[in-house]
């Protein structure tokens, strides 16, 4: 009901169509004017300082139509209320002050309406307007958007493909782990400028990402010192007694080095969070974590024409007793400890018309480590887990990056070309010291059925090199269509084989006024290689020995290995063919339809060798009888994603409403990464994915209210419940895998937020409950088909209050 209500209320007050405007102040020479003050005549007027590279933005600027535009600065002589148009749909601007002449030299605004390959955008505002759960979190804020799924554990599943299938940058840069390939570092919501998410559709430019890249864009300073702090006060809640809830405190500093030619930018924020567990007795009912980060951004004009950008990112999270539930009590759990120190700097040297030429390196050092709470031997039975976790591990890794891109100046040849051309150069290194215990596999009587131990050593690593490089076209044949078409070769050590990746676009628009726009693209994507598995066949392996019900002895130890089999390696391709239809409905409701159909013929998987030549000699160096596998790593996998999307999205000044439907399906002969880590027995591995959801709703929006000062925002999601596989008391699973499901996911949030001042300061204050309807959303199932609790779920948050204060800075 209240769903409804908000639904109908953002219909009735969003009553125009979205204009996005966004551009550059220069000077001389295409250099960088920052601190110039830019106003928009909507009539209201609107304002913007340009930041360190001369950038503004107007995220919702009005409907589309004539305005006047205005630009100021100390340096320069002042502009005013010159006209421009601006279509329907993203603008961009380029405005060239001259230092002496009291006029604005050029202005040239570019319509973006018939963009061929355009990204989903979240600015910074939407981010912290948003409600979702977790605030502090970046990777929740992507939910509101369609295509997006988020599993159990708070990974981002993106078009049907595995979290470390995307590829993340952090202001141009790969920030994605080196051990893991995921990211995991932690970036305060207060620094991002804008996300953009690439997906379906990619640009030459980017890859070593089949699901998609989340470009990350963070703040700049200017010449005017700003600050703010968030959630400074800590709370306590009454759960299982009084006990400090979650405790979220961030600031964020912004300002000039040197007026008119350094700023900085920092925004550091800390993360306290304690989970109780209801169905567990006090005392050992409850864990912690601790994170700590910080994303520093400098920038300074050495000359006119040279910028230099340099950033940090630091990121330290502690995790005591992680993994503790209803069915994996204090002792099983795991100690984890992760850090990450990122650091980059970017030269862009501007040549005029448009030309520009960059380079710059990055370099990313993470490590983690997980410890048991004593070693011992992990027991599974029917009724959860017993004992000590068996896995120790310490890794780390590295990745340094170096990049050069060149923006050539716009040309005339049959319409219109902007080219870009770059290349990309990366060493990897993966380091690992393991050690593992044993697993043990019980009935309910407390016999032992299986019984897996580890030999070998578990000290391990891998190197990589890669080399990138792309050539794209944005080629605008009329004002009405557009071509993207660019080229793109992958090339890495381990797998030592080029790739070529065609990538192509193109978006039409029928009439003038662009209300109407078709679009298609097709691209060939390849994956980044994964060091941990190319690791994986000098790690420890595994021996398994199997007893009846009784306790005899049936067979073993049988040992599971890994190779990196007898077949040379390709690059994963996966393809991918996308259509597209937009238009802008009666009531200036913008409305989209999309289609997206991927699939691979030759991922990377471990399979059971069906031949395997000399086994005599298999069986003579690790010193067994028989072999429960010898998994060789093949380009067996086949991944295969269709989904169609249909999304609404209406937009007037600073408030914005969205839904969205996305039917789809995630399907793999491969559903279960068999590991060393994981001694589960399985036979047939087809089926959905573990992130498989084939019915989402998302429905988010700001919205005024009757009050001034006040606003409401809101999140709704409903999602098919993700997929899971079920296991008797041996560890083997039975039935299809993933043949059963979690109950569905809703989660409704609404929040109230008003603003005012006090003491001469701006303030924020925002409350409001999240899952308002108390929907049970469980995280943790019992899968053991021997337990008297089989399919029994737990985990479910609940509904929880949230109360947000943010001052803002001087008045």
């Known amino acids: 009901m209240i769903t409804r209500i908000f639904i109908a209320w953002s219909l009735a007050v969003c009553v125009r169509a979205e204009v996005h405007l966004s551009g550059r102040v220069t000077g001389a020479g295409g250099a960088a004017v920052a601190g110039a003050h830019v106003v928009l005549h909507d009539p209201v007027a609107k304002e913007a300082v340009s930041d360190a590279a001369g950038g503004f933005a107007f995220v919702r600027a009005g409907e589309p139509g004539v305005y006047r ?146 470009a990350i864009k963070t703040h700049t300073g200017d010449d005017q010192f700003h600050s703010s702090a968030t959630n400074f006060i800590p709370a306590f809640e009454s759960r299982k007694g009084l006990t400090l809830g979650s405790w979220l405190p961030r600031v964020s500093f912004s300002g000039p080095i040197a007026r008119g030619r350094a ?85 862009q040297i501007y040549f005029g018309q448009g030309a520009m030429v960059e380079f710059g390196y990055a ?77 043990e596999y019980r009935n309910l009587e407390g016999v032992v059925l299986r019984r897996v131990v580890y030999a070998g050593l578990g000290d391990a690593g891998r190197r990589n090199h890669e080399a990138s490089g792309y050539l794209q076209d944005t080629w605008r044949l009329r004002p009405n269509l557009t071509l993207e078409v660019g080229m793109r070769q992958d090339w890495d050590r381990l797998v030592d084989r080029p790739s070529v990746s065609p990538r192509l676009g193109v978006a039409w628009a029928p009439t003038a006024r662009a209300t109407t726009k078709l679009a298609a693209g097709f691209a060939v994507v390849n994956d980044a290689t994964s060091l941990r598995l190319f690791t994986r066949p000098f790690d420890q392996y595994s021996l398994a020995s199997y007893y009846d019900a009784a306790g005899a002895l049936i067979r073993g130890p049988a040992a599971t290995v890994y190779t990196l089999g007898p077949r040379a ?42 031949a395997v030549p000399a086994l005599q000699e298999w069986l003579d160096a690790y010193q067994v009888s028989t072999f429960d596998g010898i998994l060789g790593l093949a380009n067996d996998r086949r991944d295969q994603y269709d989904a169609v999307q249909v999304k609404l999205r209406k937009s007037v000044r600073q408030y914005e409403w969205s839904a969205s439907y996305t039917r789809s399906r995630a399907l793999t002969n491969a559903v279960v990464d068999v590991n060393v880590d994981d001694p589960i027995l399985i036979t047939e591995n087809a089926g959905p994915m573990p992130w498989d959801a084939p019915h989402r709703v998302v429905s988010s929006a700001l919205l005024p209210t009757p009050w001034r000062h006040w606003e409401a925002a809101y999140m709704v999601e409903y999602r098919s ?49 999240n899952n308002l309807t108390g929907h049970r959303n469980p995280t943790v199932v019992d899968n053991n088909m021997g337990s008297a609790r089989f399919l029994s779920f737990y985990g479910s948050p609940g509904r929880a209050f949230n109360v947000r204060l943010r001052w803002l800075g001087p008045k």
């Open 69 to 214: 535009i205005s630009v100021e600065h100390r340096d320069h002589f002042p502009t005013r209320e010159r006209k421009i148009t601006l279509l329907e749909g993203r603008n961009e601007i380029t405005l060239e002050l001259n230092a002496k002449d009291p006029v604005l030299q050029s202005v040239e605004v570019r319509a973006q309406s018939i963009e061929a390959l355009p990204p989903a955008v979240l600015s910074g505002e939407q981010i912290l307007a948003v409600p979702y759960p977790a605030d502090y979190n970046l990777r929740n804020a992507v939910r509101i958007l369609p295509g997006i799924v988020q599993d159990r554990r708070g990974r981002i599943h993106v078009d049907g493909g595995a979290d470390d299938q995307v590829h993340y940058t952090l202001d141009g840069f790969t920030v994605n782990d080196p051990i893991t390939g995921r990211f995991d570092g932690q970036v305060s919501v207060d620094s991002v400028r804008t996300m953009e998410l690439y997906s379906g559709r990619f640009t030459a430019e980017y890859g070593k990402g089949s699901a998609g890249t989340l």
């Open 263 to 347: 700023w900085f930018s920092s925004s550091n924020d800390a993360q306290y969070e304690q989970a109780v567990i209801k169905e567990i007795s006090q005392g050992l009912d409850r864990t912690h974590v601790w994170r700590l980060s910080n994303v520093l951004h400098v920038q300074a004009n050495l000359t006119p024409s040279n910028i230099l950008h340099a950033g940090v990112m630091a990121s330290r999270w502690d995790a005591p007793h992680q993994g503790l539930t209803f069915l994996d009590p204090a002792e099983t759990t795991v100690d984890r400890r992760a850090r990450q120190r990122f650091f980059h700097f970017k030269d």
């Open 363 to 439: 370099g990313n050092r993470t490590s983690l480590r997980e410890a048991p709470q004593a070693e011992g031997v992990y027991v599974q039975t029917p009724e959860g887990r017993r004992g000590n976790h068996f896995v120790n591990a310490a890794r780390e890794g590295s990745r340094d990056q170096f990049v050069a891109n060149l923006f050539l100046p716009s040309f005339a040849w049959l319409g219109t070309h902007q080219v870009k051309a770059g290349v990309d150069f990366d060493r990897l290194i993966y380091g690992q010291q393991v050690s593992r215990t044993a697993v």
């Open 569 to 610: 390696l390709r690059p994963p391709r996966y393809r991918s063919w996308t259509l597209g239809a937009e238009r802008v409905l009666p009531g200036r409701l913008q409305a989209g339809v999309h289609y997206l159909h991927k699939k691979t013929a030759n991922g990377f998987t471990y399979r059971n060798l069906t």
């Open 721 to 769: 419940g993700l997929p899971f596989s079920v296991q008797d008391a041996e560890g083997r699973l039975r039935g299809a895998v993933n043949s059963y499901r979690f109950p569905p996911l809703f989660e409704c949030n609404l929040h109230l937020q008003r603003t005012f001042e006090l003491g001469g300061r701006r303030w924020a204050v925002r409350f409001g409950v």
